[in-house]
């Protein structure tokens, strides 16, 4: 997948895009996601060999009797596929976290260990957020009661982020500008917050309020301040993962795809030697293997452009399918954008597109996506 014009990670800014002008509820982008193993949701403790196989059964099509067989027989096929389990755990557990603090409480050994190992590169710009808020969020707790977080603040804040989101702005200079639109607001709530803060941070800390020169106070203000900018982009970005964990997880298991082929081709092998095929009851003759192909991908072709229609957001004018599983090599390209409104500069009424899905699927791919498709159109 790649995004246009933009010097970071298409993923990341294909999230920013998609939730800079969505509502409240961010939902993923067509085609995306993938329903996530339940057993993986919880505590980021290493995955059980019951779990690593039964979603390896779950990504492969096999059953969990097939991929223990092979486990027994073929373990090297197996090696490493407990950090792609545990990564889809690590996705599944982020999205799931019930608020900001125990977001911030689940960084730690595990997601170190995958950053670079399994998990894709668009993680890194949440992780970054999140392990920037867990910091502030400890310098917190040593000092004062951190509060629930306010929805007045956080919705103004997610607002002023919104124009920053699309243009892939992630400095802190945007996110600081952005808080100080949003923490400004009379009807955002911050103020009582942040006062109620001030002196619980003040009283902590043994300090003489009547002696306390304008420099000191503005250096807790701004503490304050800072806290909770952090605290509202974690929320922002988790916001984001949870509207992308099914790409997040598609593109783990991707980065395994050799190891799934290889242990899918050794189960035809086993199921080839169990016995002659005289043994077996005849059929009538199905299609041959390249007609059968092609009536897969003619499928999905009539397919996709209904999916892309009823998963298009109301904030895109329109989608441009530019290739429709289009044969490449030896798999099938697949490109289609999506067209948001300018709304502000000489520009302003013109579309342009603003995120785009670009992959290359094998017949497997082709398949599963026809399956996707289907249940999303309920056919």
């Not at 945007?174 to 400004?184: G, I, L, P, Q």
């Not at 009823?310 to 490109?335: C, E, F, L, M, S």
Request: net charge positive; charged share 25%.
């Amino acid at each position: 997948m790649r995004y246009l014009n933009y010097p970071v990670s298409f993923l990341l800014i294909l999230m920013f895009s998609i939730l800079a002008l969505a509502p409240a509820r961010a939902r993923s982008w067509p085609l995306a996601a993938s329903d996530g193993p339940q057993v993986l949701q919880g505590k980021l403790d290493s995955p059980s060999r019951e779990e690593v196989i039964s979603e390896i059964a779950r990504q492969t099509g096999l059953t969990n009797d097939a991929v223990s067989l092979i486990a027994k027989d073929n373990p090297q096929l197996l090696q490493g596929l407990n950090d792609a389990v545990l990564g889809i755990k690590v996705v599944n557990s982020l999205a799931d976290a019930r608020d900001t603090e125990a977001l911030a409480d689940l960084m730690g050994y595990a997601v170190d260990k995958l950053r670079d190992k399994a998990l894709p590169s668009a993680m890194n710009g949440f992780i970054t957020a999140f392990k920037v808020y867990k910091t502030a969020l400890e310098t917190a707790r040593d000092y004062y009661y951190v509060p629930k977080l306010d929805a007045g603040l956080y919705n103004a804040y997610r607002e002023a982020r919104a124009d920053g989101l699309r243009r892939g702005d992630t400095s802190t200079e945007e996110m600081t500008t952005s808080f100080e639109r949003a923490s400004t607001r009379d009807w955002s709530g911050y103020y009582a917050v942040k006062d109620s803060m001030f002196e619980a941070l003040i009283k902590a800390r043994g300090y003489n309020k009547a002696l306390l020169d304008e420099k000191m106070k503005q250096a807790l203000w701004r503490q304050i301040d800072d806290f909770w900018m952090k605290r509202c982009e974690a929320k922002l970005m988790q916001e984001i993962l949870q509207a992308n964990r099914g790409e997040l997880r598609r593109q783990i298991w991707a980065r395994a795809s050799r190891q799934l082929d290889a242990i899918k081709k050794a189960a035809r092998s086993s199921e080839n030697a169990i016995g002659p095929a005289v043994d077996r009851p005849r059929t009538e003759p199905g299609p041959s293997a390249g007609s059968s192909e092609e009536q897969i991908v003619a499928e999905y072709r009539s397919l996709l452009p209904l999916a892309v229609e009823k998963n298009k957001k109301p904030w895109h004018t329109h989608i441009k399918i530019n290739a429709n599983a289009v044969k490449q090599g030896n798999g099938y390209r697949v490109n289609y954008q999506a067209f948001c409104l300018i709304e502000q500069g000489p520009d302003k009424g013109k579309d342009y597109a603003c995120s785009e899905f670009e992959t290359v699927l094998d017949l497997d791919g082709i398949k599963a996506a026809v399956a996707d498709m289907k249940r999303q159109l309920g056919k």
